[in-house]
């Protein structure tokens, strides 16, 4: 029979590193770390205008069963963000507003789930943000082991225990702990040019100039004509 664990430990980022991070968004820190840790678009945000950044609690469980979310809620404090994935592709609401209330009573920030969560007008209202590939009434039993705390794949990135995730409006990304402040450092480097690029931009200067594009729209022998020759 296959092993089931709940791990108690994790070891998580330091909260300027992460607050760093959040104030960036998903985007910005996404071009800091390289372009990795970006899930895939199939994972959306239920509300709108929300960002949040935290420690991955991980959970891994079997489809149509939420057991192990119900473990998880224990080993998780407060600046956490729980990540279900399930061990094979399901839409089935298995998170509604019961469980958002016992993560919240645990300061747990929000909600990613390779999986369908329900209850979500109760969700909105409530302000328990969730980034979910589906929503869909379907419920789902207590009934069959797996794991809370293991590494995770969600819509096909991978996800460990105290990976410092990242969501907003754009999306959800991760980055390992222990890259956090290196990638913070490159974030905070972005916003200060991006700043000066929006002054520029917004004073009319155009992006082929501000990136210095022309010799290369040359190079690559696009032509500036008045009228499409005949
Ligand atoms: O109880 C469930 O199975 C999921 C749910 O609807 C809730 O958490 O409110
Ligand atoms: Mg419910």
């Known amino acids: 029979m296959a092993s089931h664990y709940v791990v108690r430990h994790v070891d998580r980022a330091a909260p300027d590193t992460v607050a760093v991070l959040r104030d960036a968004g998903v985007a910005t820190v996404h071009e800091a770390a390289g372009r990795t840790g970006l899930l895939g678009p199939a994972i959306q945000a239920r509300q709108s205008g929300t960002v949040i950044a935290g420690s991955a609690i991980t959970v891994s469980c ?23 994935t399930t061990t094979s592709p399901s839409t089935d609401g298995m998170f509604g507003d019961l469980l958002a209330t016992s993560l919240r ?27 979910s590939r589906a929503v869909h009434a379907q419920g789902t039993v207590k009934a069959s082991p797996g794991s809370v705390n293991v590494p995770v794949v969600a819509d096909g990135q991978i996800i460990r225990p105290g990976d410092i995730v990242v969501a907003d409006d754009d999306g959800v990304l991760a980055v390992p702990a222990t890259s956090g402040a290196e990638v913070a450092a490159a974030a905070a480097t972005r916003l200060a040019a991006e700043t000066g690029k929006r002054a520029k931009l917004a004073a009319g200067t155009l992006g082929v100039d501000l990136y210095q594009l022309r010799p290369l729209l040359a190079a690559l022998g696009v032509q500036y004509v008045d009228r499409l020759p005949s």
């Open 62 to 84: 079997p489809p149509g069963d939420n057991l192990m979310i119900h473990a998880a809620v224990e080993v998780c404090r407060a600046g956490d963000v729980l990540v279900v």
């Open 105 to 131: 009573a645990r300061g747990v920030l929000g909600l990613v789930i390779d999986a369908g969560v329900r209850d979500i007008a109760t969700l909105r209202k409530m302000g328990f943000p969730v980034w």
